[in-house]
């Protein structure tokens, strides 16, 4: 048992996991973010361009709510696709915005891993008139 506990514990302390946890935690938090932006931002200004139309409410009624008076007998069975429509919204966000962040990262670590350019090796000095010179004039001294 104490092996097994062992190898528990060097497994949840792993940096992996942790990064994974924290991971879990911070896209939870995004996700809330992302469901009041299309709920709270989003579907209103959707609503207004349609004429007033609430996504949320909209709903194919399978059965009728039975009533007596104010009071409900029997609730509506309805299938609630505005709530779809909205939920769809928010996973698209939510896919572009780690799309956008998984983007980032890959060229942050291509940027990263790339050597950096090698200084390009100085071309050779020409040789100056003198050396010319020198050069032809022992040319001319060894043709005689």
């Given at each position: 048992m104490k092996k097994?506990?062992?190898e528990f514990k060097a497994f949840a302390m792993r940096g992996n996991v942790?990064?994974?946890a924290v991971g879990v935690i911070i896209g939870g938090a995004f996700g809330k973010i992302t469901t009041s932006l299309v709920n709270d931002v989003l579907m209103p200004l959707l609503s207004m361009l349609t004429g007033g139309l609430d996504f949320t409410a909209w709903k194919w009624i399978l059965k009728a709510a039975v009533m007596e008076g104010e009071t409900v007998v029997t609730p509506e069975i309805a299938v609630n696709f505005g709530t779809l429509l909205a939920v769809v919204i928010d996973?698209?966000?939510i896919a572009f915005a780690v799309f956008l962040l998984v983007k980032t990262m890959n060229a942050l670590h291509r940027k990263k891993e790339e050597p950096e350019p090698?200084?390009?090796p100085e071309a050779p000095a020409a040789p100056t008139t003198e050396e010319l010179l020198t050069e032809?004039?022992?040319l001319l001294k060894?043709?005689?």
């Open positions: 097994f506990m062992a942790l990064d994974m996973f698209i966000f090698e200084p390009e032809i004039r022992d060894t043709q005689k």
